[in-house]
């Protein structure tokens, strides 16, 4: 299937955009995962205190206010003000030495923290919840019956059964990032697959467009296998016949 627009190969664009995509929109989705997860078990082990304000005030802030904002702020305050890092993503930059790594970080650290703000925020209240639901189970009051360290229960034991339902937001999440980072890629001007969207939906190229559509729908798909898979290996009492 070819572009109508430059002739070429379908599979080739999405192949050229799918780096740029993967460095910055799944590193932030990582980053978001791994910021989250911390912030859901400690703001429920210490409900209603500093650190739980702490943590509701920040994944509010993250969920509520737009990337789009978020990237023209942190434009203006890091890029323009301070001069820290580079306002517009460099596509065409190659990691080839100690110098040239130090610069793909600086210009990959604006985009990747919005995007990860955004998605820690969701994932954040998620695992919370989850957290408070299993931390009155017979099985907590049972382990501490039996002596388990206070922290051990809520800090090791809870938190896997938690993870059951954050598992289907973060397997979900992940197709609803490589769509939904268009804005971000727009305000860094990152050649992603979000940006390639655009372009093909503001040319009419319909094949463009149709096979992004199915790649997303696929992604769909895989990661709610993944997903189903991850249900079993947390909680060994779900067998799948």
């Known amino acids: 299937m070819q572009s109508w627009a430059t002739r070429s190969p ?31 078990v400690i703001s429920a082990y210490r409900q209603y205190s500093w650190l739980d304000q702490l943590g509701t005030f920040v994944s509010m802030v993250g969920f509520s206010v737009p990337t789009f904002f978020t990237g023209v702020l942190m434009i203006v305050i890091f890029a323009i003000k301070l001069e820290w890092f580079p306002s517009i993503y460099d596509t065409t930059h190659k990691v080839v030495d100690w110098a040239s790594f130090k610069f793909q970080i600086r210009q990959m650290a604006m985009p990747v923290f919005v995007l990860a703000l955004y998605n820690a925020a969701q994932i954040s209240r998620f695992m919370r919840a989850s957290m408070l639901d299993n931390l009155n189970q017979d099985y907590v009051r049972t382990a501490r019956a039996k002596g388990v360290k206070e922290r051990t229960v809520p800090l090791v034991h809870v938190p896997r059964n ?21 804005i971000t890629e727009q305000v860094f001007k990152v050649n992603g697959l979000g940006q390639l969207l655009i372009i093909g939906i503001q040319g009419a190229d319909i094949p463009l467009v149709q096979t992004l559509t199915f790649l997303f729908a696929v992604l769909i798909v895989l990661f709610n296998l993944v997903a189903d898979v991850l249900y079993g290996i947390l909680d060994p009492r779900i067998r799948y016949d």
């Open 10 to 40: 379908v599979v080739d664009l999405i192949v050229e955009r799918m780096p740029q995509t993967l460095w910055v929109v799944g590193m932030s989705y990582v980053v978001g995962i791994l910021i989250a997860i911390p912030i859901g």
């Open 162 to 182: 938690s993870l059951i339902p954050v598992v289907t937001v973060i397997a979900l999440g992940v197709p609803q990032v490589f769509g939904g980072a268009i």
